[in-house]
Structure formats: structure tokens, C-alpha cells
């Protein structure tokens, strides 16, 4: 591998191809049904699902860590790798516990990699240097790994990733072992540099306010399937299924009578669009985020719903209503409003925003 002075910024990652890649254990386990999925050079794709749905799996066969069931196709650009093993990928991976040599330095451990690569000594270091200041952590070179917080041992990791030029960074939820102001932090720092790099990284996590921020697409994953695969405006404004919608972000339902453009519940009528009626009849349950929702006088207010409990969030108040036509709703109210914990608020909800499933 060719190890001169020149920056990683500006290189360009490789796509991926996976074809039917199914995964199951030796025990019978079926980790992963068999899932396809193109990945574009340079894209970020996030992999976000409960525990035990599958994930850590999926990226382990992109790595090379595991292989898919027969049948299954992994692809590199052009290159078929269902069959090379990982350190012939030229992948970069980053775990949720660090995996360093916590004996070592954290140049040492930077450079690891491209000393296997039998890159020489020189080259190692300032190769080394120059990632480990990218990462803003330069001044810590000399340091062992058990002398360094958790946040700079995630820097290290991924600095340790990133020196070997991988075409593809994989990310195994890698901040999940951090406090939340640090993750929020490294969070927005990996955005800028996978953006800056244009390398193509696959992100897992369970975290979905993560998957937002970093994914230009997210894929969401259910019991080894995958549930839909999106933009996060997609994901978030047009879940493709109730398992979506309600894993996302926080979802409020209301469960009634629709027919006639109306929707007929315990707190009052609301007018929905017709072509929801047509989707649904009947008993039927709408969905609307928090933001479509607003807090108003109850005389004048097609629902009535009591306050259940109010929470102070700073730039906002979260609101829990009962309304007897199903689980409280949550609503998110910017400017004060003097509603009360056992007061009947008003509310009207934006009709371009209800969901309806099949
Ligand atoms: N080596 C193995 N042998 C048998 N079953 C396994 C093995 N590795 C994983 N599994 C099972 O496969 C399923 C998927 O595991 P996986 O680690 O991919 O989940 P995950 O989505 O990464 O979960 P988490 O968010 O908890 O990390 C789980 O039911 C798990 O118990
Ligand atoms: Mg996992």
C-alpha cells in the first residue's frame, strides 16, 4: 500500500452490493434473513433496530468477520469479496469498546495497522501524526491507552481506523459507552469528517436520534429484515409501516370511528382527508407526531383531552393528554401556555400529518 504524504481528504470510498445475504448460526439462530442492499461511494448509510434484530451481524458480513449463508453476494465496487476474508477488505472498524492495546501509545496503536501493512517506520509515525491531529487529539501521541478518558480512547479508535485509508469505515455503535453531552459531541465531529473524507461508512446503532444526524440514509431493521430503508425525512414523515413510525421519534395515535372525512373519537370529531378514509374505514387508529399538534382554549377546539403531566424542557414544555381514544398523546408546546397537570386543554392537529397503515 502506497503511504505518502498526501491527506485522506478528497479520497474516494468504494460502493457495496450485498445480494440476499442471509445469516444463520450453527445453532440454529437465523440472525439475518436474507437482505439486499446498494450502498453508493461516499454515502453514509446508518443501521438502526432494537437489540438482537440483527445489526452487529449484517456489518460483520460487510466486514468480513462472518460469512452469509450460501447464496448470499457481497460486492466492493467490482470486486466480489463474499469470500476474502477481512484483512484482505481494506476496511476500517470502530467497536463500541475500543479494542486498543491498552499497554501501547496511542501513536503505537494508530499505527498498528499500517505496521501489519509492513508500512516503514517513518511513514508509520507521521502517517500517525497526521490522522491523530485530524482527530484533534495530536498533543496526546505519547500517552498509553489506560492514561486516556473514554472519549479520547473513541477518538483513538477511530483514528486507528481511518490511518489504513480503508475504502469502507464500519461503525459498531461506536459512542454508546459514552456520556450523553460527549456523544452529542463525537457525534457531530464524525459527521463533519465521514462528510469531509467522502468515505463510505456504515453506521450501526440503536440510537435513533444518531441515525438522524449522520445518516443519509438510515436502514431500519427488524427480526434480520430489513423494515424500510430511507432518507431520514422519509423514515421520519412517511414510515412504511407501524413498526417505523413507532420505533421513530415519538409517534401519538388516536383510535376512533373514520368514515365521511371525520374521524370519531372519545374527545371529539376531527376532520382528516379523504383519501385516508379510503386507506382505512371503520375502527381505525390515525398517527401524527408531536409537531403537528397544537394547544389551544378548549372552547373553540375540536378535541378535549386532560393534562396528565407537563415537563419543563428549557426552549420547551412537554405535554401528556388524556383522551380516552387510546395512549395519552405527547405534545411539545414552544411558547407557555398556562395549562396545568388536571386542566382540559384543547387541541387541534395539523390535518396534512396524519398517518394511516394498512
Ligand atoms: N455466534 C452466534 N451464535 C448464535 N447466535 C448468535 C451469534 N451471534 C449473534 N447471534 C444472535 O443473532 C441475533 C442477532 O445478533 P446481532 O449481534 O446481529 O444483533 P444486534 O442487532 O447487533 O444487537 P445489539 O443492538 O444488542 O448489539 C441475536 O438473536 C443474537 O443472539
Ligand atoms: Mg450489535
Redesign the pocket.
Known amino acids: 500500500m502506497e503511504m505518502d504524504g498526501n491527506d485522506l481528504a478528497g479520497q474516494i470510498g468504494t460502493s457495496i452490493t450485498l445480494r440476499e445475504c442471509a445469516k444463520t ?3 440454529g ?1 437465523v ?2 434473513k436474507p437482505v439486499s442492499l446498494d450502498v453508493v461511494a461516499g454515502e453514509t448509510v446508518v443501521i438502526l ?10 456489518l460483520r458480513i460487510i466486514a468480513g468477520l462472518e460469512n452469509p449463508d450460501a447464496g448470499g453476494n457481497v460486492r466492493f465496487g467490482d470486486d466480489d469479496v463474499t469470500r476474502v476474508p477481512i484483512e484482505k477488505r481494506n476496511v476500517g472498524m470502530v467497536f463500541q469498546s475500543y479494542a486498543l492495546f491498552p499497554n501501547m501509545s496511542v501513536r503505537d496503536n494508530v499505527a498498528y495497522g499500517l505496521k501489519i501493512r509492513g508500512v516503514d517506520r517513518r511513514s508509520r509515525k507521521q502517517q500517525a501524526l497526521k490522522v491523530l491531529d485530524m482527530m484533534r487529539i495530536g498533543e496526546l501521541a505519547e500517552r498509553r491507552i489506560d492514561q486516556l478518558s473514554g472519549g479520547q480512547r473513541q477518538r483513538v479508535a477511530l483514528a486507528r481506523a481511518l490511518a489504513v485509508r480503508p475504502r469502507v469505515l464500519l461503525l459498531d ?1 461506536p459512542l454508546t459507552a459514552l456520556d450523553a453531552a460527549l456523544r452529542e459531541t463525537l457525534r457531530t465531529e464524525i459527521d463533519r469528517l465521514l462528510r469531509s473524507l467522502g468515505i463510505t461508512s456504515i453506521y ?1 446503532t ?1 440510537d435513533q436520534q444518531e441515525a438522524m444526524v449522520l445518516g443519509d440514509r438510515i436502514i431500519v ?1 427488524s427480526k ?1 429484515e430489513v423494515a424500510q430503508s430511507g432518507t431520514p425525512e422519509d423514515i421520519y414523515l412517511r414510515p412504511a409501516n407501524r413498526y417505523v413510525g413507532e420505533f421513530i421519534g415519538v409517534m401519538n395515535r388516536l383510535d376512533g370511528e373514520l368514515s365521511n372525512s371525520r374521524l370519531e373519537t372519545a374527545a371529539g370529531n376531527i376532520d382528516v382527508e379523504p383519501t385516508l378514509v379510503s386507506k382505512a374505514s371503520g375502527a381505525s387508529s390515525v398517527f401524527f407526531r408531536p409537531e403537528a399538534v397544537r394547544l389551544a382554549a378548549p372552547e373553540n377546539s375540536p378535541l378535549r383531552c386532560k393534562v396528565v403531566a407537563v415537563h419543563f424542557h428549557g426552549g420547551s414544555r412537554r405535554y401528556f393528554l388524556e383522551t380516552g381514544a387510546g395512549p395519552e398523546l405527547i405534545v411539545d408546546a414552544v411558547n407557555a401556555t398556562s395549562a396545568k397537570a388536571g386542566e382540559t386543554v384543547g387541541v387541534t392537529i395539523d390535518h396534512q400529518s396524519f398517518i394511516v397503515f394498512d
Open positions: 448460526f450453527p445453532d439462530t440472525a439475518l433496530g432494537p437489540s438482537g434484530c440483527g445489526k452487529t451481524t449484517l455503535e450501526v440503536h431493521m434480520g
